[in-house]
């Protein structure tokens, strides 16, 4: 956390973050309230009509526009923290060029899902990774071009094979 926070960002985040974020920040103490607070914040909303947490404004119109501009700006890192919904509609933008994941070795059940409906592939590579003491897997991946396959199938079907697909196409 302290690598992720230790260097200029601005946050990009849909209204539940936000509104859990901005109940809880702007009235805490240390080193990552004042990250937080000092950050400038967009917010991603059909709902508010402002915002009031310092340093916050509300993004217009379209949101993958407005981030796709916003990334064309001189300015720091944009981070998204939490906002699942937010995070399905810039993966399916193709925004996203990098994923910090943090895997927690429990099972919850259902629940929202990452890499959902309408999310484009994209290839990532690890960059860092790390293991905490409690068994948490901490990745950074950056965008790493398109998707490439490949296969464990010999370049000439074997007999079993052939029959297979024969038995396929019936």
Do not use: C
């Amino acid at each position: 956390m302290g690598r992720a926070m230790g260097k200029p960002f601005d946050l990009v985040l849909g209204r539940r973050t936000y509104e859990i974020f901005a109940a809880h920040w702007p009235s805490a103490e240390g080193p990552a309230a004042d990250v937080l607070n000092d950050a400038t914040k967009y917010v991603a909303s059909r709902t508010l009509t402002e915002v009031d947490w310092q340093n916050s404004t509300l993004l217009e119109g379209d949101v993958a526009e407005a981030v796709s501009n916003l990334k064309k700006e001189d300015g720091p890192e944009l981070q998204v923290h939490g906002s699942s919904d937010l995070i399905q509609t810039l993966l399916a933008a193709d925004l996203v060029d990098a994923l910090g994941l943090k895997i927690y070795p429990v099972v919850v059940g259902p629940g929202k899902r990452l890499f959902g409906e309408g999310t484009i592939p994209a290839a990532f590579e690890l960059v860092e990774g790390k293991t905490s003491p409690s068994g948490v897997m901490v990745g950074t991946y950056r965008r790493a071009g398109q998707v490439r396959t490949g296969s464990f199938a010999h370049e000439e079907p074997t007999e079993a094979e052939k029959k297979r697909r024969e038995s396929i196409e019936g």
